[in-house]
Structures are given as structure tokens and as C-alpha cells.
């Protein structure tokens, strides 16, 4: 980001690190005054979660509480493990009065339904959590993950264990592990949507739920990024400093993206 506002260019990426967002959202002004975008984010993590929530507080403008996640069977890449591997007994993290915070793993569970009935699912450090408060100003938010029960009790194995985990040669030996994992070739992609949801409540009790399937996360990154690319090149005016998917390109972006559906709100 620091070679975009020096050289006054756009800057784009597809992180899914709530700390890299909040560093764009601390550069706000710089990327003003350079009369610059400033949007990371533009693969899965976040423009389907982006879009629900704006979907979603269009919807329910007074809202206070923002929940999204999504359930996916898509083997990782690993770029995508070694995430994963670099964020184990680090916790989870939520916002809470506009302040994100740091949980356990594993301990915030809820049952949601993504479209294919309902499943275990637990808070998940996403980007979300950053970038859904400048999408919405929804001062709440958590982002949650399916997953299985025997990989919940691992996740909460993991938190007694993170003084462990978090040594420099056990990192590195789990990181050298993860660079194994073989990512899905387009047959598996094409067999591995993504099902996601949303949901939204407001002080007197109103609730708005939203879901949308899409192609797989991999495909839904590389036709995201190249979508944003084109309405950045193609756009006229716009308000520079940071920004998000959602706002940049509306709620809708994600519909327009192959293999995706239409965002239905009840």
C-alpha cells in the first residue's frame, strides 16, 4: 500500500487478514490525499460476505447486530493452508461495540442454515469483521464458519494448546506441511459451491436473513478481483481513501459474478 500512495495508483488485493484491512482503513486519509482507492479484498473473502451485508443493512437500515458466514467443502490451496496454519491458537475475532475482539476458537457455535439445511458452525477471524462496519456502520458483527463437530473439538483442543503451537519450530514445521495440500482442480471446483448467509437484527427485534450459492471460492476470487479491476478501469468519479467491495461496486457485484445466484432476503 505504501508503493500505491506513493505513486498515487489504485491499490487492489485479495487478502482475507482482518489486520491488513484495518491497516487500509488506518490509511484512509493518506489514500485522500493522494486521490486514491484503497480497497483489498476483492477475491471470496470479501466480496460475497461484502455484498450480503450491504444487501442486508439496505434492508434493515436501523439494524445493530450483523451475522454472515458460509459453508463450503472445497479443498484448500496452500497459500490457503498456510493462512489457516498462521492464524492457529491466535483465537477468533468479533466486533462488539464497534471495537473488534479476540475469543477462543471453537466456542462461539451457533446451528445455521446456508441453503442445504442446518449445520455446526463457529466464529471465524474473516475479513469481515473489518470490513463489514465500514460497509454497514453495524456496530456488532460476527462471521461465522461450518464445520464439523470432531473439527470444532480441535479447534478448542487448539486453544489449550497455543503456548505450544505458537513456537517458531512448530510453526515452521506445520507450515511446511500445509504447503503440501494440492488445491481443487476445476472438475473439483466446479463440484464445490459455496453457500452463504447473512442475517441482521435491529433493537426492536427485526430480523432480515440473506443467502446466495456461488461457484467455488477459488472461482468466485479470480472473476471478483477481474470485476473490480473493470469497474475501477471503467469508472468516471469516485471518492477516494479506503473503501470496500460492496460499496465500491454495489450489493449486487457478487450476482453478476459467473456461477452465482441472486441474493434472496426474507
Known sequence: MAASLAAKVHYLDITGEIDVFE??????????????????????????????????????????SLCLGFESHSLKSPGTAKTTVEGIGQGTKIRREATIRTEPMGVRARRIDFGQGERLAVAFPWGDVSTAYKTTGIPSITVYVAVTSSFRLAMLAANLLAPILRLPLVRRRMLASAGTAVGPDTEARREAPTYLWGE?????????????????????????????????????????????????????????????GKIKIR
Not at 46 to 59: G, H, N
Not at 200 to 210: I, L, Q
Not at 211 to 231: C, F, M, S
Open 23 to 64: 491497516h487500509a482503513s488506518s490509511l484512509d486519509g493518506e489514500a485522500r490525499q493522494a486521490n486514491i482507492l484503497l480497497c483489498p479484498g476483492v477475491g471470496f473473502d470479501v466480496i460475497p460476505t461484502d455484498c450480503l451485508a450491504l444487501a442486508l443493512k439496505q434492508a434493515l437500515p436501523d439494524a445493530t
Open 200 to 260: 441482521v437484527r435491529n433493537e426492536s427485534g427485526e430480523v432480515r436473513t440473506a443467502r446466495i450459492r456461488t461457484a467455488n471460492g477459488y472461482d468466485v476470487t479470480i472473476h471478483g478481483a477481474l470485476a473490480v479491476l473493470r469497474h475501477i478501469m471503467e469508472m468516471r468519479d469516485f471518492d477516494p481513501g479506503f473503501t470496500t467491495p460492496a460499496l465500491l461496486c454495489g450489493a449486487s457485484l457478487i450476482e453478476e459474478l459467473p456461477g452465482s
